[in-house]
């Protein structure tokens, strides 16, 4: 767990030089092949404090503070919150909140290094029993997943439906609730490099806001 972050590209993620995965949610007002004009999930890293990123003329804050609904509200969505304990050791858990200081009120600033928002496998939290839900939910598209056990994270791109990919847990020996879903669709991408070479199985021409990246790669 150690070894990832949430690093804020405003780009696709092969255009950067990391290994990792797309992040969470955001807001592509000006169309998805442009940076992003702002995120839509947390994305916080404590190395990261008032720091900003520019690509393509677009200038961010690194770290983006709240979950936020399509309409621009704040919403309680699963959270990635990773802390360290009393013995300094880092620990992951998940989170229900709207925004960072919701997750102060369980663990102080000083221990947090990382909070990443996401989403869970649940049908209300994809859009209810709507049929637009429903599809969204049941359709077989591409999908992410950050998981976690123990001292390892595992950073997951495949294609099936929000439950198929809860299965997915399963099949890998790991705990969906110790797990949150990020963006899918065109937003899901992982990049790797591998024998001096790096590659992308999922790719995707989508610019996102921010990427889970290997702090080593």
Do not use: C
Request: glycine content about 10%; overall charge positive; charged content about 20%.
């Amino acid at each position: 767990m150690s070894n990832i972050k949430t690093e804020t590209v405003l780009s696709p993620v092969r255009n950067t030089s990391y290994v990792g995965v797309n992040g969470g949610f955001f807001e592509a007002s000006d169309g998805y092949t442009k940076p992003p004009t702002k995120g839509a999930s947390i994305a916080y890293s404590s190395v990261d404090e008032n720091s900003s990123v520019t690509y393509q003329g677009r200038t961010l804050k690194k770290n983006y503070l709240s979950n936020t609904s399509v309409n621009g509200n704040e919403i309680s969505r699963k959270t990635a919150v990773f802390y360290r304990d009393m013995n300094g050791s880092l620990r992951a858990t998940h989170l229900y909140v709207k925004n960072v200081n919701e997750v102060y009120q369980y663990y102080p600033k000083r221990t947090v290094e990382m909070i990443i928002g996401g989403n869970d496998y649940n049908l209300e939290n994809w859009g209810g029993s709507s049929i637009k839900g429903e599809v969204g939910y049941y359709l077989p598209i591409a999908r992410t997943v950050l998981a976690w056990k123990n001292n390892d994270a595992y950073l997951i791109a495949g294609s099936g439906s929000v439950p198929f990919m809860k299965g997915i847990m399963d099949d890998m020996g790991l705990n969906a609730v110790d797990s949150i879903m990020l963006d899918g669709s065109g937003s899901t991408q992982m990049q790797i490099y591998q024998n001096n070479k790096w590659s992308s199985p999922v790719d995707s021409d989508r610019y996102v806001f921010n990427m889970i990246r290997l702090k080593n790669k």
